[in-house]
């Protein structure tokens, strides 16, 4: 199921975060099922591509803090190739 509509309520927010390790941290992010899925439907190739869009879909519902937006990258890639591989188990 995919929805990348804003959530109407705190409580509908708070079903889409996710806890993702960063720099040994969980930290949860708001929409990144919802904002991986968006950047997997635009086809993009290149790791750097790819990054840049997710971290700017990341970032409309999180804040993400300058000292640490590198290894916000880092994770948030790491979680987009597990998606991917995922979808291509599927395949299969």
């Known amino acids: 199921m995919k929805n990348d509509t804003i959530?109407?309520?705190?409580?509908?927010?708070?079903r889409r975060i996710r806890q993702v390790p960063?720099?040994?941290i969980m930290t949860?992010?708001?929409m990144l099922d919802e904002s991986i899925a968006a950047v997997m439907d635009q086809g993009l190739n290149g790791?750097?591509?790819v990054?840049?869009?997710?971290?700017?879909?990341?970032?409309?519902?999180?804040?993400?803090?300058a000292g640490v937006d590198e290894a916000y990258a880092t994770a948030i890639m790491?979680?987009?190739r597990k998606a991917?591989?995922?979808k291509e188990q599927r395949r299969n």
């Open 84 to 86: 991917v591989a995922k």
């Open 7 to 14: 959530p109407c309520c705190a409580a509908d927010a708070l």
């Open 51 to 65: 990054r840049e869009a997710l971290m700017k879909k990341v970032r409309v519902y999180n804040y993400v803090p």
């Open 22 to 24: 960063i720099n040994g």
């Open 78 to 80: 790491e979680e987009f």
């Open 47 to 49: 790791d750097r591509e």
């Open 28 to 30: 949860g992010i708001t």
